[in-house]
């Protein structure tokens, strides 16, 4: 009912002869940011007892899809989930449904957004380690893109980037672009997992999130679609970061994207960091001349090469727009090297204490496999990043000075000295 109200609204203002399907996104759009405030009263009301504020937490399944509360006690960002179609209702695994509304699903509540090469992936699972807390992944060996069932997509990393094709969700303008604005949506939220963001809540990671040169409209998008997400980035040594993601592309598997940086500009595909950090200095020097007398083809190669390497390290560049948008309060920065004690307490607290209450949390299991685990997902075909100050000082002082007065913003910005340690550690 609300939504062809809202429809009848839209056409009115639209005037007579609109497309009612181009609509109807929009409209379900609205009537999804409609509900979720009628919920999120609800829940506040009826977690308030008598004598304050505390929120009584249900027992929870371990099995964490399980035991979902009732759909009108929810706490979410509720997003519209099209004709009721979920993918996780497709495996062998069924959950307990209670009430459940079919037209709706919960977005995530915590957002990973980066940076890339910079322990997201280690933040991600020191949080699922949570009996609350399930990290996004994919789920079937057929994938829904772009409305159709499709085999062999990429998803064996385990975290949900992969079943959303990385940006492709959150990127909806850049769908809208290609014409699929009627099934992005559709195709993102049949693949979240069904939880009522108390018993179970989710958290969604792309590091691409943070490259905001790149995918400029995640941020605004994010914060439409789940605007009581807390938003979490684990930062690191910038120039340092440059050379692991230099390493990352080096394994064969992915070293495609390197050479489709090069090639087509008639370049060399660097074979060594040296000759990779070159090509982005130079790329620097023209872009600070705004490309002064360079061919256009210049501006274009190196647009995609900086914002694809070198400026991802500008850190506070792309947290400026998450930290407008969302609140500085609502994005947690986590510093890469924080032992893991130190990382899950911040995050804890970040998400609530009385959402993911920390006596919960199996602390044992930190001790037990200790900081060195399979969970730092280290790139083994490679020495490790410290090595490079040896290796290579004469350019690793290069990019070092490039980060200096960035990392120095991000310090004032964030109120913390961790990013001016690595303006001075070139030995
Ligand atoms: N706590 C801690 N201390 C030091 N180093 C750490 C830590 N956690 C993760 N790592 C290193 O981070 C790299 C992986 O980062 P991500 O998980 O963000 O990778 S990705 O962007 O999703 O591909 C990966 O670096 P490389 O080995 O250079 O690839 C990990 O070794």
């Known amino acids: 009912y609300i939504l062809s109200h809202l429809e009848e609204q839209l056409i009115g203002n639209e005037g007579e002869g609109d497309n009612i399907a181009a609509i109807r996104p929009i409209a379900r759009q609205e009537l999804s940011s409609k509900e979720q405030n009628v919920r999120v009263h609800a829940v506040e009301t009826a977690s308030t007892n008598e004598n304050g504020n505390t929120r009584p937490i249900p027992k929870f399944d371990t099995t964490k899809t399980m035991n979902l509360m009732n759909p009108s006690n929810y706490s979410c960002d509720f997003l519209p989930l099209e004709d009721?179609?979920?993918?996780?209702?497709?495996?062998?695994?069924?959950?307990?449904?209670?009430?459940?509304?079919?037209?709706?699903?919960?977005?995530?509540?915590?957002?990973?957004?980066?940076?890339?090469?910079?322990?997201?992936?280690?933040?991600?699972?020191?949080?699922?380690?949570?009996?609350?807390?399930?990290?996004?992944?994919?789920?079937?060996?057929?994938?829904?893109?772009?409305?159709?069932?499709?085999?062999?997509?990429?998803?064996?990393?385990?975290?949900?980037?992969?079943?959303?094709?990385?940006?492709?969700?959150?990127?909806?303008?850049?769908?809208?672009?290609?014409?699929?604005?009627?099934?992005?949506?559709?195709?993102?939220?049949?693949?979240?997992?069904?939880?009522?963001?108390?018993?179970?809540?989710?958290?969604?990671?792309?590091?691409?999130?943070?490259?905001?040169?790149?995918?400029?409209?995640?941020?605004?998008?994010?914060?439409?679609?789940?605007?009581?997400?807390?938003?979490?980035?684990?930062?690191?040594?910038?120039?340092?970061?440059?050379?692991?993601?230099?390493?990352?592309?080096?394994?064969?598997?992915?070293?495609?994207?390197?050479?489709?940086?090069?090639?087509?500009?008639?370049?060399?595909v660097p074979d060594n960091f040296v000759d990779f950090a070159e090509a982005n200095l130079r790329c620097l020097e023209e872009a600070n001349r705004n490309y002064d007398n360079?061919?256009?083809?210049?501006?274009?190669?190196?647009?995609?090469?900086?914002?694809?390497?070198?400026?991802?390290?500008?850190?506070?560049?792309?947290?400026?727009?998450?930290?407008?948008?969302?609140?500085?309060?609502?994005?947690?920065?986590?510093?890469?090297?924080?032992?893991?004690?130190?990382?899950?307490?911040?995050?804890?607290?970040?998400?609530?204490?009385?959402?993911?209450?920390?006596?919960e949390y199996p602390w044992q299991e930190l001790e037990d496999d200790g900081e060195n685990n399979e969970e730092f997902f280290t790139n083994k075909s490679y020495e490790g990043r410290d090595s490079v100050f040896l290796k290579h000082p004469y350019i690793m002082q290069k990019l070092e000075d490039h980060y200096a007065p960035f990392n120095e913003a991000l310090a004032a910005m964030i109120g913390a000295d961790f990013p001016l340690n690595w303006n001075n550690r070139t030995s």
């Open 294 to 359: 360079a061919k256009e083809d210049v501006k274009y190669y190196c647009e995609i090469l900086l914002n694809d390497y070198v400026r991802i390290g500008e850190y506070v560049r792309h947290l400026q727009p998450w930290y407008e948008l969302y609140g500085e309060g609502n994005v947690l920065v986590v510093d890469m090297e924080q032992d893991a004690k130190s990382k899950v307490a911040a995050l804890l607290s970040h998400i609530g204490e009385d959402l993911v209450p920390s006596e």
């Open 84 to 268: 009721g179609h979920n993918a996780w209702d497709d495996r062998s695994h069924k959950m307990e449904r209670i009430h459940r509304d079919e037209s709706h699903i919960c977005g995530p509540k915590v957002l990973i957004i980066g940076a890339m090469k910079c322990g997201t992936n280690t933040v991600g699972h020191l949080l699922a380690k949570h009996p609350r807390v399930i990290l996004n992944r994919c789920q079937h060996k057929k994938y829904l893109i772009r409305g159709k069932w499709t085999k062999n997509h990429d998803c064996n990393v385990d975290n949900f980037q992969g079943s959303s094709d990385e940006m492709g969700f959150w990127e909806g303008n850049d769908l809208r672009r290609h014409n699929i604005s009627d099934t992005w949506m559709a195709d993102w939220t049949q693949r979240l997992p069904w939880t009522d963001g108390i018993n179970n809540i989710s958290v969604d990671k792309s590091p691409s999130n943070l490259n905001t040169f790149k995918h400029p409209d995640v941020p605004q998008l994010a914060h439409k679609l789940l605007p009581n997400a807390k938003v979490v980035v684990t930062l690191c040594k910038p120039d340092t970061r440059i050379y692991s993601e230099f390493q990352y592309h080096m394994v064969p598997k992915r070293h495609q994207h390197l050479v489709d940086q090069f090639e087509p500009h008639g370049r060399v």
